[in-house]
């Protein structure tokens, strides 16, 4: 096991930066932080929720350093404990996890460990937790500080609540007198009452950091032509990690395998997996190995890499809540990344089925709530207001834009949507075809009718000689059914329930056809992409070919240490490199993420490729 680094400590604010600066190489704190440490040390309940990447983890490490007690951190997942422990202890931090991935050999070293007192963090998921032999452990070490990660799974109104996370609430009765730490990303006010209802915390300090994650650009787009537009996206961050979330199984399934088909490094991942090839792909793009994850929401916690430059969704999910934390996976390393979202009005009904068909098979509980979430990440994915605004809005804080522009980092405000247009012609066209068809056939051949094509469907029916035939000659089947969606979303056309709806009229369907309403719809036309991730102002000053080359000594020694490159060292670290080009030890220690035992583990290699550069 690693040992402390020696260094006398106090608990002056000097003194945390010192810790800070030591073990991770970073000369100042983000913004509270330093409460949430102070609140660590005094052992005082708190409730913290930073945005992913605002340094939550940095908050429950810190004070036991300072204080030189052993502190346990609850986790969910063994992939995220694994990864916590294997980066502390890169940092020269004494560190150690109990899980049931361990083999008889690492368990006995652990629990020797940790048994020593040495050890400064321990990380358990709740149910090892709260076993009798792990509470008298506890009580042995005179353990008093719980961290609690991803404390919104405690709550019934967070959006990945876990039961076993509710056994948790006995920590107050089982150790009188403990300190209870919450810390999560993302909860809105009636999910951080719950959490803190739920572990009986006193008195706490609440700390709830900026929502906004700056460094993301968010696109969201009509999804038109799917594989024609995963394609592009995947382009702009040719070689980068990228991670694209589908609802289905089947899908991430097809989708994965087109994207082998044309070369990309891709897989698949869902909860369907077994075990050992869902764990295999995992640590395949933990590690690198994998530029493209194609997966459903099982993707989650514990994905760790730090560099993932894009998340594409490729249906819009079930609630603004599960979109900020899937959409934070991307540029945790604080560098800009792409959160492009292709949705359709078809997916909210998509998911209004699912949502009341698994209220049907339960007790009907939480429709209602669902169904809300779902309204309001639909409202969300209209065009008109700056994305950054909406998001940090709707988790109830105020949004200063930086600049008279908006944000500059959403497609809103870089000017890429197509607004709203006056459309009543297009909807009367679709509506009257409605009507020709007699109220009996589905969007498929409603928009074939309309766009005139020559299938044998329509002429054996004798539609081609229908008056509504060919109107919209020249769109696209796709484009056609995105306004038929829109329509459908805005309540001016209906679908009959079953397996095979059929497109129905209703009283606001013949307002519009008899011109006594205006209908306004977005066009179907490409996305206009106005900059790329690589023409930000983090690359400037970067020496792009020696970048590439630290990245591949940062590949070859994480093989041979069996962890994942991002814990070597981080992009940013590689950029700042690549800029300096520091020459020695001193201004090796002034990059960003070099401490003390990085500075000693790796600068002589480092120090060696960037002086070798251009030789």
């Known amino acids: 096991m690693d040992q402390l680094i020696p260094f006398d400590i106090g608990s002056s604010t000097e003194d945390v930066l010192e810790v800070v600066r030591r073990y991770w190489g970073f000369d100042e704190l983000r913004p509270l932080q330093h409460d949430a440490i102070r609140a660590g ?42 990864d916590q422990v294997d980066g502390l202890r890169t940092n020269g931090y004494p560190a150690a996890a109990l899980h049931s991935g361990l083999d008889p050999q690492n368990r006995s070293e652990a629990e020797d460990f940790i048994a020593s007192g040495d050890c400064r963090l321990v990380f358990v998921s709740p149910e090892r937790l709260v076993t009798p032999w792990f509470l008298n452990t506890v009580e042995k070490l005179g353990v008093s500080t719980f961290a609690v990660d991803e404390a919104h799974c405690i709550s019934h109104w967070g959006h990945d609540f876990r039961p076993e996370y509710r056994q948790l ?9 403990a300190s209870i730490h919450a810390y999560t990303a993302t909860a809105t006010e009636r999910v951080r009452d719950d959490i803190c209802a739920q572990l009986a915390l006193v008195d706490p300090t609440v700390l709830v950091g900026n929502f906004d994650r700056p460094n993301l650009l968010y696109r969201l787009v009509p999804r038109l ?42 897989a698949y991942y869902h909860a369907g997996m077994d075990a050992a090839p869902r764990r295999q792909t995992q640590e395949r793009f933990a590690n690198e190995e994998l530029d493209v994850i194609v997966a459903t929401v099982a993707f989650g916690m514990g ?53 009341e068909r698994s209220a049907a098979e339960g007790d009907g509980g939480g429709l209602a709530g669902s169904l809300a979430l779902l309204d309001e990440i639909r409202r969300y994915c209209a065009p008109g207001k700056c994305r950054h605004q909406a998001l940090v809005e709707h988790f109830g804080q105020a949004y200063d834009a930086p600049g008279d522009a908006g944000c500059g980092a959403c497609d809103v405000c870089l000017g890429e949507t197509e607004g709203l247009v006056e459309a009543t012609k297009d909807a009367q066209m ?62 001016l056309l209906t679908r009959s329930p079953g397996e095979y709806p059929v497109l129905l009229l209703n009283d606001a369907s013949l307002e519009v056809m008899r011109g006594e309403r205006t209908v306004h719809l977005v066009p179907a036309k490409a996305q206009r992409v106005r900059k790329s991730s690589r023409d930000s102002a983090s690359w400037e000053g970067v020496d792009m070919e020696l970048f590439e080359r630290l990245r591949g000594l940062r590949t070859e020694l994480a093989r041979e240490r069996d962890v994942p490159p991002y814990l070597i060292f981080g992009d940013a670290s590689l950029r700042d490199m690549a800029a300096s080009k520091p020459s020695n030890e001193t201004e090796f220690l002034a990059v960003h993420g070099v401490g003390e035992k990085k500075l000693k583990d790796l600068g002589e290699v480092f120090l060696a490729a960037i002086a070798s550069h251009g030789d």
Not at 231 to 256: D, F, G, M, P, Q
Not at 431 to 441: F, K, T
């Open 225 to 266: 032509d799917l594989r024609g537009q995963v394609r592009e996206v995947l382009h702009r961050h040719e070689n980068e990690a990228v991670i694209i979330y589908c609802i289905s199984r089947k899908e991430t399934e097809r989708l994965a395998g087109h994207l082998q088909d044309e070369g990309h490094q891709a």
């Open 430 to 491: 679709i509506l009257s075809c409605v009507a020709r068809l007699q109220q009996s056939y589905g969007m498929g051949h409603v928009a074939d009718v309309l766009r005139g094509a020559k299938t044998e469907r329509i002429r054996s029916l004798a539609h081609d000689e229908l008056s509504t035939y060919g109107l919209m000659e020249g769109k696209a089947q796709k484009q056609i059914m995105n306004l038929i969606f829109q329509l459908l979303d805005q309540e």
């Open 169 to 177: 609430a006995v920590l107050k009765e089982r150790v009188p007198g």
């Open 303 to 355: 994905i760790d890499r730090s560099n993932v430059r894009c998340v594409v969704h490729i249906a819009t999910p079930k609630s603004i809540e599960h979109y900020q934390q899937e959409t934070g996976r991307a540029g945790r390393d604080g560098l800009e990344a792409e959160c492009v979202l292709l949705h359709s009005p078809a997916d909210t009904m998509r998911w209004q089925t699912l949502m």
């Open 41 to 82: 040390m005094d052992q005082r309940d708190s409730l913290v929720v930073l945005p992913t990447g605002g340094g939550k983890s940095l908050c429950y490490q810190v004070p036991p350093l300072l204080t030189g007690r052993t502190d346990i951190v609850v986790s969910p997942l063994i992939s995220l404990m694994k």
